[in-house]
T-cell receptor
C-alpha cells in the first residue's frame, strides 16, 4: 500500500495570510490526526478526524481548523498566519477499525511551513 | 495530559544493545505505552507498544516496570540506521489516537 502523503512538502507564506495543507491517508484508513512539530514545543497534537467528524482536539487557537472528506482525505487550514506558526505539520492515519482504543499511527513526511 | 520523561540524548556503539528509559509516574491503569522513532527528515514511525507485560517484536523489546511508572525500550543490536529521536508516549483509552509526545531521546550510534 502507498503510505501517507502530504502536499505540499514545503510552503512559504507571509504573516496574515492563510494556508491549507492536505493529507491523503493510507487506503482504507478512516482516522487522520494532525500534529505540529517545532524545535521549541516538540510534537503537539492538533486534532483528529474520523468519518468526517472531529473526534479529538488539542490546545490550539481557533485559527487552526481542519476537515475530512468522504474519501478520508483531510485538510487543515491556518488563518491569519503568525511567525510562530512556522513548523513541520505532520499528519498520521490509522484504520479506525477499533474505535476508541488506540491504533498504530502511520505518519506522513510532513509539510514544512515557513511564515515570513 | 499524560506526561513522559526521557533523557535528552544517548550514545551507543554499533552492534551493542541500547536501553532507552522512560519515566511515566502519572500513568493510569488504562494508559498504553507507545514508542515511536523519528529519523532525520521523516515523520515518526511506530516501534512498539504495551500495556502491562513485556513485549517483543522484530524491531525491539519493551520492558515495563511492575508498577508501570517506567519502561525501557531495548534495541538488541544498534545499527547506524537506528540513529533517531525516540519518543515514549502514553495514550488513554478514552482518547485513543490522541498522542502526547514528550521531548524524546536523540540516539547517536557510533560506528
Amino acid at each position: 500500500k502507498a503510505g501517507v502523503t502530504q502536499t505540499p512538502r514545503y510552503l512559504i507564506k507571509t504573516r496574515g495570510q492563510q494556508v491549507t495543507l492536505s493529507c491523503s491517508p493510507i487506503s482504507g484508513h478512516r482516522s487522520v490526526s494532525w500534529y505540529q512539530q517545532t524545535p521549541g514545543q516538540g510534537l503537539q497534537f492538533l486534532f483528529e478526524y474520523f468519518s468526517e467528524t472531529q473526534r479529538n482536539k488539542g490546545n490550539f487557537p481557533g485559527r487552526f481548523s481542519g476537515r475530512q472528506f468522504s474519501n478520508s482525505r483531510s485538510e487543515m487550514n491556518v488563518s491569519t498566519l503568525e511567525l510562530g506558526d512556522s513548523a513541520l505539520y505532520l499528519c498520521a492515519s490509522s484504520s479506525g477499525a477499533s474505535g476508541r482504543v488506540f491504533e498504530t499511527q502511520y505518519f506522513g513526511p510532513g509539510t514544512r511551513l515557513l511564515v515570513l | 495530559d499524560a506526561k513522559t520523561t526521557q533523557p535528552n540524548s544517548m550514545e551507543s556503539n554499533e552492534e551493542e544493545p541500547v536501553h532507552l528509559p522512560c519515566n511515566h509516574s502519572t500513568i493510569s491503569g488504562t494508559d498504553y505505552i507507545h514508542w515511536y522513532r523519528q529519523l532525520p527528515s521523516q515523520g515518526p514511525e511506530y516501534v512498539i507498544h504495551g500495556l502491562t507485560s513485556n513485549v517483543n517484536n522484530r524491531m525491539a523489546s519493551l520492558a515495563i516496570a511492575e508498577d508501570r511508572k517506567s519502561s525501557t525500550l531495548i534495541l538488541h543490536r544498534a545499527t547506524l540506521r537506528d540513529a533517531a529521536v525516540y519518543y515514549c508516549i502514553l495514550s488513554a483509552s478514552n482518547t485513543g489516537n490522541q498522542f502526547y509526545f514528550g521531548t524524546g531521546t536523540s540516539l547517536t550510534v557510533i560506528p
